[in-house]
């Protein structure tokens, strides 16, 4: 029984792999052990708790695939040529809760797009071509803008500091929501802060420093100092203003079908200018969406979506969603990274948006399995 449910699931991943081969994708495989480093600069430390690490004596530590799309990236920025469009078909690993019934082990199919001639087009492209390979399934889609969202904050008028941090969490939501509430002076300083500071208010820091004793870890002084002058500036800067904090809740909190969306988006402009380009492209990717044949009147757009997904999209965000089986998560899901290709490329970059289908799920709503 286990077997042929396994059998059924391949068969399916490779329906898929053939529909995204026939669009004139690649096929592409990568390594199940991939460098742990690599994948520690991009996400941090969060990703030992998603993914299975283990040790090589020779290659060092190596993770088992948690995704395809890195790998994929490198190999395209080392020897791709451009434009490119690929498809691949295998094994996961992600690491799951106690007591989650969800698979640590399973199939993804995907689609990468790399090309720089029309971004907009290439994000219909993708969408559009998930929204027909699923289209028997009768499943919801939800859309969303990471961009927006990283513009707005890039907008604030606050330290350059707060807007860094502020990003950095835009994928941690409880803990974006603390640093707003702190940054927006609603929320008290951290104790064990506020107490450095109040000792920094009567003592200078390279004093405190030398009374502290020998330094422990691998901060320098001059990292050290520099953090203490950072937490100083924070501390004397003044709240992000009422105004600016509702601006983005208005952002996090929208829920709306696509085109009404972006007109309350276009509305909030007018007292943040610093997302107009991000509205720009959206506006231009629903354009290429109608001219696929998607209706963008009633496909629908939420500010927050994608913050729970993987850290590096930073645009046009989608997800697919089959709303007869609540007990499922998402079928298929993907959006844009432009900045990862420049992370992986050294300095090379190049537009790419894609996304990935559990052929499983699809069985599952289909009621084959």
Known sequence: ?????????????????????????????????????????????DIRARAYVTHDPVAGEQMMRPDFTVPVVQMHMNEGAEPARYTYNGTVWRKQTPGSHRASEYLQVGF???????????????????????????????????GILMAAVGGLDTLASRKAALKRHIWRPRRFRQLLDRFGGTAPVPESRAALLAMLAGTPAPKLMKAAGRAVGLRTQAEIAARLKALQDDAAASPISVAEVQLLEDILNLKDKSTAALAKLRRLQRDLPAIAPALDRMEA??????????????LDFEGSYGRTALEYYDGFVFGFYAENRPDLPVIASGGRYDALTEVLGRGRSIPAVGGVIRPEFVLAVAGGV
């Open 285 to 298: 990717r629903l354009n290429a969406l109608s001219a696929r044949g998607i209706d963008v009147d009633q």
């Open 1 to 45: 029984m286990l077997n042929d449910r396994r059998a059924r699931i391949r068969a399916e991943a490779d329906r898929l792999s053939a529909y995204f081969l026939a669009q004139g994708a690649l096929p592409v495989e990568a390594a199940v052990l991939q460098p742990a480093e690599i994948l520690l600069d991009l996400y941090g430390e």
């Open 112 to 146: 990468e797009v790399f090309d720089r001639s029309d971004p907009a087009a290439s994000d219909a492209e993708v969408f559009a071509l998930f929204s027909d390979v699923l289209a028997p399934l009768n499943l919801r889609a939800a859309t969303g803008d990471m």
